[in-house]
């Protein structure tokens, strides 16, 4: 019996255990084991940045922020995490570098390092994307293997490529590698599947077949500030971006900001308690009913299973409404563009995440980056629901989202209906007839495949046929288009995961090499060739960019549309197709496949093999009136050779009297647009120039030397043909034809147009007619691109033309560049001679500032009166017409007796 005086039994057994334990348990000390965002630069319209410290044993914690400044430290109630604003001070205090974030609690301290680094350059760097680009989407785990040494990090065993659902052991070193196959193929911008850092292990929550498999697809991240380890290195990511840049390729990153992987940390240990919509033990699994998000009448009860219910009732939900998450999620994206150079972002499940976030998300990205542009993901055939996510317009709720693109799923189930099961071409066009409902239909990014549906060839009725003309229309139509890697060469592929097959030639040991044209099948490399010829006629011809679409027939299985001067036809029959269109004029087509289209009454005729489409030059919108024929002796050369341009057409006008006095001999004008010069059945708009017409008069009445006139017909390459080469610096690899215009892509051609006209037209002319082949003997003249490269002419080859003659000079291009080009290389004013004109209506009314620098760029160079003439002609405006009226008078200039 125990005395009433004695502790209780209890207390004698813990002061026993203390005694054995030698003294009473001490705190542990704080460890802090992750920081995001690990860095952030100097200028950055975020400052303070709100730094998230993960650890152990933060409880109570401060900070010492040393140089930088802490404020506004929250410690979460498990003590796992530290929420504090870190302020970059500016001016010559903080300089790039490493700096220290001291944890410090009762029971000690640690330190986290912050990096602050310098901006990057913005030159070549967060470009955007647009209609004038192609994007090309891969995944990174199936395209290329460039490192075999993270094919298994940590020999996990989770790379077998016989495996739909593991890994495969591509890249970001392989992707790099093979950029140049992108380019050649004529991709501007690069999309991968996200590259953030997913589960390194088996994936036991989600299984098919009750088999557990691998987030290969990078769709489950685990820390959004990391590369995963299968793929490469953040270091190793903004290699890949510089890499793309050099080589004129955009890069676009995947993001995700609705939902985690299963296995995150933040699963197990939530940074705030409201950081998800529930917790994986009670959550909502997701209804999927988007509609309600655009239905003014749906309930919040009703929206709330889309917005917060978790995908396959498997990925957590993020709450974006929990202050802490949006900042987090905001500044994620931010410090990948900012640290690696992105051009733009695919946003996945654009639907499910609240639009007040999208709202201020987008506003932070055009903050910080202006230009670069992003692409939601709405995955929905409804034309309707796409018009409701698109930015640039306050819906019911009062939110734009300010997003710059979606993806065009409406369009792309009729362009699979119609040529992947061999359908009808009038849903097609009757969905473009439904982008009256968009702000701007332009914007979207146009697709045959991707990632998350069957491959076009994956369908027993799909055909390389169907396949080439769906090419012909994506690449037509407006629009961003988009090639699913593969596509290109018509891999065949079910659903996920075989839609998502190994790129053939991406591993050493692969059977063949589908990079390389000798490692295709002739199938694949006849359908790679076509589209390469359609992205290359994409990028060439601005208007299958630029202009809108007008629809000139539609049949069952016939369609011809005309974009800007370029007509598209469509054959989608089994059989041959006689097509007559309400048309003026169209040249050769451009692919090569159909024959040139007939005149006939007021109307062309199309013929269209099977299964088949075509594109043509409009040379004539509307059917010319009665030829007024050509004045003098006029001869036609057919389709010229040139080892250096395209072969074309030259006319050669030759004066009254050539055939009489054989002994006599003439100057040569050299014309541009020689299509445009002496006959309206082939002029553009029916009014030609008169050129023949008004020498014969000038020369009747003795204003100007009898001469010889040399019109050079244009050709499909025109804008870069006419550009000056020297004047674009060698690494821009588009350039601007005006704010008003999509510019071109790709270089200037204008030195491969001179050497054609100098070392191979001017020797045959010379050959062949009598004419004076001396410097002041010899002029050029063209109108608009054409005055551009008339003058580029006369300074890179002053030696072999003494005159030229410049109506409405497109200064605009390159933004001036010429202006600044003839800065530098005019020749001498005391040898040559210039005459320059423009209106000051349609597009001439944009040249006045520009035609200002050159004449005084012109007058530096000691042009002046009468070897530099200079006119305006008000009320005159940017046509054939127009300067038809006035050519008398730089004729007068060029041909002074």
Not at 171 to 178: F, H, S
Request: charged letters at 20%.
């Amino acid at each position: 019996m125990i005395a009433p005086s004695s502790p209780p039994p209890r207390l004698l057994a813990l002061a026993a255990l203390l005694s054995l334990a030698g003294a009473p348990l001490a705190a542990q000390a704080p460890e802090v084991l992750k920081t995001d965002p690990p860095s952030w630069w100097q200028g950055s319209t975020i400052n303070p940045v709100r730094v998230m410290m993960r650890g152990k044993n933060l409880g109570g914690a401060r900070l010492e922020c040393g140089t930088l400044r802490c404020a506004n430290v929250k410690v979460s109630e498990t003590g796992t995490t530290v929420f504090a604003d870190v302020t970059i001070p500016g001016g010559p205090t903080v300089k790039p570098g490493r700096y220290a974030l001291a944890v410090v609690t009762t029971a000690g301290r640690d330190t986290a390092v912050f990096d602050v680094l310098p901006p990057l350059t913005r030159q070549g760097r967060f470009r955007g994307f647009d209609r004038n680009d192609v994007m090309y989407l891969l995944m990174p785990d199936r395209f290329a293997n460039g490192d075999p040494a993270n094919d298994d990090p940590g020999g996990a065993g989770l790379l077998d490529r016989t495996k739909g659902r593991y890994y495969h052991g591509g890249d970001l070193a392989g992707v790099q590698q093979r950029l140049g196959y992108l380019k050649e193929l004529g991709a501007t911008t690069l999309w991968m599947n996200p590259v953030y850092d997913n589960h390194d292990g088996l994936n036991r929550k989600e299984t098919y077949d009750g088999q557990p498999i691998t987030d290969y697809h990078g769709y489950g991240a685990v820390d959004f500030y990391d590369v995963d380890e299968h793929l490469g290195t953040v270091e190793g990511y903004r290699a890949l971006v510089d890499s793309a840049h050099a080589k004129g390729l955009k890069v676009v990153m995947d993001m995700v900001a609705n939902h985690t992987g299963p296995y995150h940390p933040w699963v197990a240990d939530p940074p705030t308690p409201t950081w998800f919509h529930g917790t994986a033990e009670r959550h909502l699994a997701n209804t999927w009913q988007t509609w309600t998000l655009a239905d003014p009448n749906a309930s919040a009860r009703m929206r709330e299973g889309t917005l917060d219910g978790w995908f396959i009732d498997i990925l957590p939900d993020l709450n974006q409404d929990d202050p802490e998450v949006r900042q987090y999620l905001i500044q994620n994206t931010l410090w990948w563009i900012g640290v690696t150079g992105l051009d733009g972002i695919r946003q996945d499940t654009w639907p499910y995440v609240p639009r007040t976030f999208w709202r201020d998300w987008m506003k932070a990205i055009k903050r910080e980056f202006p230009t670069l542009k992003v692409v939601g993901e709405v995955f929905d055939g409804d034309a309707t629901m796409t018009a409701f996510f698109q930015g640039g317009v306050p819906q019911f709720d009062g939110i734009d989202t300010g997003v710059d693109a979606l993806f065009d799923f409406p369009l792309f189930y009729p362009l699979r209906s119609a040529f992947q099961e061999g359908g009808s071409v009038r849903g097609v066009a009757q969905m473009l007839a439904r982008d009256r409902l968009y702000k701007d239909p332009s914007s979207f990014v146009t697709f045959l495949g991707l990632h998350d549906v069957p491959r076009f060839m994956g369908d027993a009725r799909a055909t390389l046929d169907g396949l080439k003309l769906a090419w012909t229309v994506l690449m037509t139509t407006r629009g961003t288009p988009l090639i699913y890697y593969g596509d290109e060469i018509g891999m065949p592929g079910g659903g996920d995961p075989d839609n998502r097959r190994d790129f053939p030639g991406g591993w050493v040991d692969d059977s063949r090499n589908a990079f390389e044209p000798t490692g295709r099948t002739p199938d694949e490399d006849q359908l790679f060739s076509h589209l390469q010829a359609l992205t290359k006629l994409r990028a060439e011809r601005a208007d299958l960019r630029g202009e809108t679409t007008e629809t000139l027939l539609l049949t069952e299985q016939a369609w011809v549309y005309r974009r800007g001067n370029t007509l598209v036809a469509i054959n989608n029959d089994t059989a041959v197709a006689t097509l007559r269109v309400s048309l003026g004029l169209a040249g050769a087509d451009l692919l090569g496949a159909c024959a040139t289209p007939e005149p006939q009454g007021d109307v062309v005729v199309l013929a269209l093999p099977r299964r088949t489409g075509c594109v043509f030059p409009i040379t004539a919108r509307e059917v010319p009136g009665p030829a007024l024929g050509v004045s003098g002796e006029r001869r036609v050369i057919r389709a010229f050779p040139s080892r250096n341009v395209s072969s074309r057409h030259v006319e050669v006008w030759l004066p009254p009297g050539y055939g009489r006095d054989t002994a006599a001999r003439y100057p040569v004008v050299y014309l541009q647009d020689g299509q445009n010069v002496f006959d309206p059945t082939t002029a553009f708009s029916g009014v030609d120039w008169a050129v023949d017409e008004t020498m014969g008069r000038l020369i009747a009445e003795r204003q100007v030397r009898p001469a010889i006139v040399v019109a050079i017909w244009n050709s499909s390459r025109r804008p870069q043909e006419y550009m000056a080469t020297k004047a674009i610096p060698a690494t821009d690899s588009a350039f601007t034809l005006g704010s008003e215009l999509p510019p071109i892509v790709g270089r200037p051609l204008g030195d491969a147009y001179l050497r054609f006209l100098v070392m191979e037209l001017k020797p045959f002319i010379d050959r062949t007619f009598r004419t004076r082949t001396g410097r002041d003997d010899t002029m050029l003249m063209g109108s608009s691109m054409g005055g551009i490269i008339s003058l580029y002419a006369l300074a890179e080859y002053p030696e072999v033309f003494g005159a030229a003659a410049s109506l409405s000079t497109h200064w605009p291009a390159g933004d001036g560049a010429l202006i600044d080009y003839l800065g530098r290389e005019l020749p001498d004013a005391a040898t040559h001679r210039v005459y320059l004109d423009r209106g000051t209506l349609t597009l001439d009314a944009t040249y006045g500032e520009y035609q200002t620098r050159a004449e005084a760029a012109f007058r530096a160079k000691g042009y002046a009166a009468p070897r530099l003439q200079t006119r305006l002609f008000e009320g005159a405006d940017h046509t054939e017409r127009a300067w038809r009226q006035r050519v008398e008078i730089p004729l007068r200039f060029l041909l002074v007796p």
